[in-house]
């Protein structure tokens, strides 16, 4: 099975920063890779699909990259609304494994 | 509005079963995989498993730690999507979410799925 592991688990940012999500498989996943983004107590939502590639209605001032066993998500200009927990997932290969997560908070 | 409900969950004992139900609208379910995840209390999130499309032969993918248990069946002459659970453990305790999972031909022209809509989850909390 192929494990995905995010760094940091949490970060303290402030309205404007740029923020910048890790993501490492522990196999080459090609770019198979999603973002989700979670606020407490809502469902997650859909960001990225195929390593890069932003979902309709997303933002611009998200974006990934990466390809192998290496990913990043990055938010330009921290924006209020931002603050959430996000997941990467592989869709190499079932199972569809996600990462531990990464919250997000304000500094 | 493309949207998923999901129902069925509730309290059971351990080693009962119960089934969730998935039921979409604003789109044609039958085009669509469909997914099952879920998040234990304070956790992240865990796939559980999904179910092709019948044009991909409707054939089911689990997690290992549902795989046995578990079983996802969907209908798409009513457009419901299943997931049956049996042998529950206080472990499954979570709220589970449905997901639609759409497809996109990836770098080796196979096709990958993401799941783009999810419904608000349903909670199941295993305990005697």
């Known amino acids: 099975d192929v494990q995905m592991t995010q760094s940091p688990s949490s970060l303290s940012a402030s309205v404007g920063d740029r923020v910048t999500i890790t993501c490492r498989a522990s196999?080459?996943?090609?770019?198979?890779l999603n973002w989700y983004q979670q606020k407490p107590g809502r469902a997650p939502k859909f960001l990225i699909h195929g390593a890069s590639s932003l979902q309709s209605g997303v933002p611009s001032r998200f974006s990934g990259g990466g390809s192998g066993t290496d990913f990043t998500l990055t938010i330009n200009s921290l924006q209020p609304e931002d603050f959430a927990t996000y997941y990467c997932?592989?869709?190499?290969?079932?199972?569809?494994?996600f990462g531990g997560g990464t919250k997000v908070e304000i500094k | 509005e493309v949207q998923l409900v999901e129902s069925g969950g509730g309290l059971v004992q351990p080693g009962r079963s119960l089934r969730l139900s998935c039921t979409p609208s604003?789109?044609?379910?039958?085009?669509?995989?469909m997914s099952w995840i879920r998040q234990a209390p304070g956790e992240g999130l865990e796939w559980v498993g999904f179910?092709?499309?019948?044009?991909?032969?409707?054939?089911?993918k689990y997690a290992a730690s549902v795989q046995g248990r578990f079983t996802i069946s969907r209908d798409d002459s009513t457009s419901i999507a299943y997931l049956q659970m049996n042998g529950l453990k206080t472990e499954d305790t979570a709220v589970y979410y449905c997901?639609?999972?759409?497809?996109?031909?990836?770098?080796?022209?196979?096709?990958?799925?993401?799941?783009?809509?999810w419904g608000k989850g349903t909670t199941v909390t295993v305990s005697s």
């Open positions: 997901a639609r999972a759409d497809g996109a031909t990836g770098y080796y022209g196979d096709l990958y799925y993401y799941m783009d809509v």
């Open positions: 196999q080459s996943i090609s770019t198979y």
């Open positions: 604003g789109f044609t379910f039958g085009d669509y995989a």
């Open positions: 997932q592989q869709s190499y290969t079932p199972p569809l494994s």
């Open positions: 179910i092709r499309t019948k044009a991909y032969g409707g054939t089911t």
